[in-house]
């Protein structure tokens, strides 16, 4: 018997057919993602796996507040990225290298300039951005990541590469920010050790390294919570989470690791 969530796998143009163990393509398809269901008892987190062969989309998400001032409701996207793997040379672009009007981005959009204007980051795993909304993004090929944002899919396309999908231009333009990326929790994590990865405002996550301490026991203690595993097995209410999976605890008080267990917990605080 396992405590992890119920998940679904998606395909994507941008896919991988074989993916990192522990997960599995299906025979012929291309996973891009690996979706957790979000249970009740933290209905504002979704927790996912992204596995890229090819470019995503340039993009960019609105925030909460953007959302509701367009009379759509409290659909504002707020996400982070945790790097699980990387091939050499795989990279993300975060943000603008220099300040860049609505009028730049609109043309650059159009003409596909775009993703030249972008910063790209080489990245290799542990590596740990931070996307706010308004931060115009986008995923390189050749990494898998574990992604943690509000649960909703609120999505504007920039950029496509030509892709058959549709685009949201007009609405990119509204919220996007032309400035550069420049968020200090954005860093590459040690292999090793206990690291406060955000404390706010939307989400906490911590990643572990071995058992429980009185810190995570103060900053978890407040309600219910995620637990990801990245080596080693996670014990939540008595039944194993393995690394590939996604457990809630109803507390701290209900997890239990032992010395050679890594991964990441997750709370809300919205």
Known sequence: MTAALPFRMLEKPW???????????PPGKRI????????AALPQLLIKYL?????LSVQVHPSDAQTLAAGQGRLGKEECWYVVSAAPGAVLGVGFDRRVSAQEIRAAALDGSIEAMLTWHQVQPGDFFYITPGTVHAIGAGISLIEIQ?????????????????????EAIGVA??????DPRQRRIPERGEELLTDGPLFRLLRYDGALSDRMHDLFAGGPL?????????????????????????????????????GILAQSLA
């Open 32 to 39: 891009g993602e690996v979706w957790f269901e979000t249970p």
């Open 226 to 262: 995620l637990v990801i595993p990245l080596a080693g097995d996670a014990i939540v209410h008595s039944q194993p989470a393995r690394p590939g999976d996604c457990a809630l605890a109803m507390s701290v008080a209900d997890l239990r690791l032992d010395g050679g267990a890594r």
């Open 150 to 170: 509000q649960n909703t899919d609120t999505t504007y396309r920039m950029y496509d590469y030509g892709r058959p999908r549709p685009l949201h231009l007009e």
């Open 15 to 25: 896919g991988q057919d074989v993916l990192p163990p522990p997960f599995a393509a």
């Open 51 to 55: 596995f890229t062969s090819e470019k």
């Open 177 to 182: 920010r032309g400035e550069p990326y420049d």
